[in-house]
T-cell receptor
Framework: QKEVEQNSGPLSVPEGAIASLNCTYSDRGSQSFFWYRQYSGKSPELIMS????GDKEDGRFTAQLNKASQYVSLLIRDSQPSDSATYLCAVNSGNQFYFGTGTSLTVIP | GAGVSQSPSNKVTEKGKDVELRCDPISGHTALYWYRQSLGQGLEFLIY????????KSGLPSDRFSAERTGGSVSTLTIQRTQQEDSAVYLC???FGLGNYGYTFGSGTRLTVV
């Protein structure tokens, strides 16, 4: 079983819609969760971190964490074409992070 | 520096040659990580360094791969006797510490073994 699992997509949403990206993880002891955005040909960029159950909002982005279900998600409100990228979920296990393979998001103008 | 700096940005090498990839982390970041990403694949952990502690080499795929970090700052990843399957983007990241801190990634080195 992979440490971190994401639906590879592609996920397509119309401009202005809400994009929902999901991630599950296997280590119940994980305490830190991150979302990275990776544009094609570029390196990953940290966009959100979450450590406690519940929601954390930052602008158009909301991260949601449910440790009991071992589930973390990222919502992007009012999606823009510039949000088109691959979104990587990262979960700590011990002293390192495990990354999912990413979900490809396309926002259609 | 302002960000994580990696060099070279691109490297084409012949099969069997050795290559060195360099990473200069953000000043003050004590943790440094190396990952590689093959085309269309996720990030594969290679090695991390934290301060003066012994590095975690558990992700290195073979004994052809080695890394060092001098003076707690710059790191060099060396691949000996390169093989075509080594072709990938090698990403370096740094953070303030282990576990709870997000990484800042460098722009990567694209390695092509021909």
């Amino acid at each position: 079983q992979k440490e971190v699992e994401q639906n590879s997509g592609p996920l397509s949403v119309p401009e202005g819609a809400i994009a929902s990206l999901n991630c599950t993880y296997s280590d119940r002891g994980s305490q830190s969760f991150f979302w990275y955005r990776q544009y094609s040909g570029k390196s990953p960029e940290l966009i959100m971190s979450i450590y406690s159950n519940g929601d954390k909002e930052d602008g158009r982005f909301t991260a949601q964490l449910n440790k009991a279900s071992q589930y973390v998600s990222l919502l992007i409100r009012d999606s823009q074409p510039s949000d088109s990228a691959t979104y990587l979920c990262a979960v700590n296990s011990g002293n390192q992070f495990y990354f999912g393979t990413g979900t490809s998001l396309t926002v259609i103008p | 520096g302002a960000g994580v700096s990696q060099s070279p940005s691109n490297k084409v090498t012949e099969k069997g040659k050795d290559v060195e990839l360099r990473c200069d982390p953000i000043s003050g970041h004590t943790a440094l990580y190396w990952y590689r990403q093959s085309l269309g694949q996720g990030l594969e952990f290679l090695i991390y360094f934290q301060g003066n502690s012994a590095p975690d080499k558990s992700g290195l795929p073979s004994d052809r791969f080695s890394a060092e970090r001098t003076g707690g700052s710059v790191s060099t990843l060396t691949i000996q006797r390169t093989q075509q399957e080594d072709s990938a983007v090698y990403l370096c990241a740094s953070s303030f510490g282990l576990g709870n801190y997000g990484y800042t990634f460098g722009s990567g080195t694209r390695l092509t073994v021909v």
